[in-house]
C-alpha cells in the first residue's frame, strides 16, 4: 500500500502488473483508467509515488489501468478482471446496489456501530476487501484524523470520498507489504479465501502491538427458526448446500463466521470476543425494529439468490445457467413464503495483537 496520501507507505519497486505478487507494492490505480470508457468512476485512485513520468512507466499503468476493467460478461453479469476467477461473486451494478443495501442491513443489525472492536484514535486502518467502499466511507468520516485504506480486486468504488480515505486495487492474498495498521476490519469475505490462517496471520503481523481485527460474517446456512412445524424450505436449502459443495471443491470455504474466533486464538490474538446477532432474512418478527431489519435482509437475500451461486453453479459445479434461474426462482419464492421464519446468524470476532 504504498499511496501518495500515505507518508510512510513503502515505495514500489517495479510497478510490472503482470510480477505482482505483493500485497501492498501494488500501485494504488491512476485516474487514467477511466479513460478505457469504463463506466465505474475510478478518480479517487491516487497515482503511486513510485510511477515517474516516464513512457514506460506510463505504459505499465495503462496495461493496469485497463487489465483492471476488463471485467468478464459472463451470464448477464459481470466480474472482476484484475486476477480474473479468483473471486466468484458479480461486481456489476446489481451487485454494487446489495453490497451497499447489506451494509444497511450491519447498520441495524449492530445499532449503528461501525466497529464493535474497543479501539481507541485509530491511525492507520485497513478495510480488506472493501467492495464499494461503503462501510470504509463511513468509518473515515466517523474518524477523520485517520488515515483509511480500502482495497479490492474491483475498482468499483466512488471518486467523491472523504480526504482520509484512498482506495486500491490489489489482492489480499498476496504477501502484504504494509506499514502496521492500528485497526484491520474484513467484513463477507466468506467465499472469498483460500487460507484464512495465512491472511489473519498476515493481518496480525500489520498490526500495531494492541491494534484490532475485526470480521464480520455471516453463517452460510440460513436456519428456520419455525422448522418443526413448517419444515426447512428445499430449494433454498438446495441453494445453500451446492454453495458450500462448490466453495469447498475450489478451496474457498464459506465456513468463515464459526471458524474466525479458533483461528484468531490459534495465532496469538488476546482478548477475542465474538457476539452473535440473530438476523431475520425476512419481515416475520412481530417486534417492529427486527421487523425493519428483516424488509431490508431479505431484499438482500433476493439479491444474493443470483449473486450468491451463479458462478458457483456454472462454473463449478456444471449447471446450467437456465437450470441456476429456475433454482434461484423457486429460492426466491421460498424466501418469500411467509410460512418459513427464516433467519441468519451474524458473528462479530474481535481479537487484539499482544502488547509483545
Ligand atoms: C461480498 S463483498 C464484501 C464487500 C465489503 N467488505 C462489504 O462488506 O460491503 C467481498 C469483496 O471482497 C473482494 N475480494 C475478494 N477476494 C479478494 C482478494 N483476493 N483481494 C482483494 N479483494 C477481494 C471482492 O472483490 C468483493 O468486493
Same mark, same amino acid.
Given at each position: +500500500?504504498?499511496?501518495?496520501?500515505?507518508?510512510?507507505?513503502?515505495?514500489?519497486?517495479?510497478?510490472?502488473?503482470?510480477?505482482?505478487?505483493?500485497?501492498? @507494492?501494488?500501485?494504488?490505480?491512476?485516474?487514467?483508467?477511466?479513460?478505457?470508457?469504463?463506466?465505474?468512476?475510478?478518480?479517487?485512485?491516487?497515482?503511486?509515488?513510485?510511477?515517474?513520468?516516464? =513512457?514506460?512507466?506510463?505504459?505499465?499503468?495503462?496495461?493496469?489501468?485497463?487489465?483492471?476493467? #476488463?471485467?468478464?460478461?459472463?451470464?448477464?453479469?459481470?466480474?472482476?478482471?484484475?486476477?480474473?476467477?479468483?473471486?466468484?461473486?458479480?461486481?456489476? &451494478?446489481?451487485? /454494487?446496489?446489495?453490497?451497499?443495501?447489506?451494509?444497511?442491513?450491519?447498520?441495524?443489525?449492530?445499532? =449503528?456501530?461501525?466497529? +464493535?472492536?474497543?479501539?481507541?484514535?485509530?491511525?492507520?486502518?485497513? &478495510?480488506?476487501?472493501?467492495?464499494?467502499?461503503?462501510?470504509?466511507?463511513?468509518?473515515?468520516? @466517523?474518524?477523520?484524523?485517520?488515515?483509511?485504506?480500502?482495497? &479490492?480486486?474491483?475498482?468499483?468504488?466512488?471518486?467523491?470520498?472523504?480526504?482520509?480515505?484512498?482506495?486500491?486495487?490489489?489482492?489480499?492474498?498476496?504477501?502484504?507489504?504494509?506499514?502496521?495498521?492500528?485497526?484491520?476490519? +474484513?467484513?463477507?469475505?466468506?467465499?472469498?479465501?483460500?487460507?484464512?490462517?495465512?491472511?489473519?496471520?498476515?493481518?496480525?503481523?500489520?498490526?500495531?502491538?494492541?491494534?484490532?481485527?475485526?470480521?464480520?460474517?455471516?453463517?452460510?446456512?440460513?436456519?428456520?427458526?419455525?422448522?418443526?412445524?413448517?419444515?426447512?424450505?428445499?430449494?433454498?436449502?438446495?441453494?445453500?448446500?451446492?454453495?458450500?459443495?462448490?466453495?469447498?471443491?475450489?478451496?474457498?470455504?464459506?465456513?468463515?463466521?464459526?471458524?474466525?474466533?479458533?483461528?484468531?486464538?490459534?495465532?496469538?490474538?488476546?482478548?477475542?470476543?465474538?457476539?452473535?446477532?440473530?438476523?431475520?432474512?425476512?419481515?416475520?418478527?412481530?417486534?417492529?425494529?427486527?421487523?425493519?431489519?428483516?424488509?431490508?435482509? /431479505?431484499?438482500?437475500?433476493?439479491?444474493?439468490?443470483?449473486?450468491?451461486?451463479?458462478?458457483?453453479?456454472?462454473?463449478?459445479?456444471?449447471?446450467?445457467?437456465?437450470?441456476?434461474?429456475? +433454482?434461484?426462482?423457486?429460492?426466491? #419464492?421460498?424466501?418469500?413464503?411467509?410460512?418459513?421464519?427464516?433467519?441468519?446468524?451474524?458473528?462479530?470476532?474481535?481479537?487484539?495483537?499482544?502488547?509483545?
Amino acid at each position: +500500500m504504498s499511496g501518495s496520501n500515505d507518508p510512510t507507505a513503502v515505495p514500489v519497486a517495479s510497478p510490472d502488473p503482470q510480477h505482482e505478487e505483493t500485497l501492498g @507494492q501494488t500501485a494504488p490505480i491512476d485516474a487514467g483508467l477511466a479513460d478505457d470508457g469504463a463506466s465505474d468512476d475510478t478518480s479517487n485512485l491516487d497515482g503511486d509515488s513510485a510511477f515517474g513520468d516516464d =513512457g514506460s512507466e506510463r505504459d505499465s499503468k495503462t496495461s493496469l489501468s485497463s487489465g483492471i476493467t #476488463k471485467y468478464r460478461e459472463e451470464n448477464g453479469r459481470r466480474y472482476h478482471a484484475y486476477r480474473d476467477g479468483k473471486y466468484l461473486l458479480p461486481n456489476d &451494478d446489481a451487485e /454494487q446496489d446489495r453490497l451497499d443495501l447489506h451494509h444497511h442491513v450491519f447498520n441495524l443489525a449492530l445499532d =449503528g456501530k461501525l466497529v +464493535m472492536a474497543p479501539i481507541k484514535n485509530p491511525q492507520r486502518v485497513l &478495510d480488506v476487501g472493501t467492495g464499494t467502499g461503503i462501510w470504509a466511507i463511513d468509518f473515515a468520516d @466517523q474518524y477523520p484524523e485517520s488515515h483509511v485504506i480500502g482495497c &479490492d480486486l474491483s475498482p468499483i468504488q466512488p471518486g467523491w470520498i472523504p480526504p482520509n480515505l484512498e482506495f486500491e486495487v490489489d489482492d489480499i492474498e498476496d504477501t502484504w507489504r504494509h506499514n502496521p495498521f492500528s485497526y484491520i476490519h +474484513m467484513r463477507s469475505l466468506g467465499g472469498s479465501i483460500k487460507d484464512w490462517p495465512n491472511l489473519l496471520s498476515q493481518a496480525y503481523n500489520h498490526l500495531n502491538p494492541n491494534g484490532w481485527l475485526e470480521i464480520v460474517e455471516f453463517e452460510v446456512l440460513i436456519r428456520v427458526q419455525n422448522e418443526q412445524d413448517v419444515g426447512f424450505p428445499p430449494m433454498i436449502k438446495k441453494w445453500q448446500e451446492g454453495l458450500h459443495d462448490a466453495g469447498e471443491r475450489i478451496g474457498r470455504s464459506f465456513e468463515v463466521a464459526t471458524q474466525a474466533k479458533k483461528w484468531l486464538q490459534e495465532i496469538g490474538f488476546e482478548d477475542v470476543t465474538e457476539e452473535v446477532v440473530k438476523v431475520p432474512d425476512s419481515p416475520w418478527p412481530r417486534d417492529r425494529r427486527q421487523k425493519e431489519i428483516g424488509v431490508y435482509q /431479505q431484499q438482500n437475500m433476493l439479491d444474493a439468490s443470483s449473486s450468491y451461486g451463479q458462478a458457483h453453479f456454472t462454473r463449478v459445479l456444471g449447471w446450467s445457467k437456465d437450470e441456476y434461474d429456475i +433454482m434461484s426462482a423457486t429460492v426466491r #419464492k421460498e424466501l418469500k413464503d411467509k410460512r418459513y421464519h427464516v433467519y441468519s446468524n451474524l458473528h462479530v470476532i474481535c481479537g487484539r495483537r499482544p502488547e509483545n
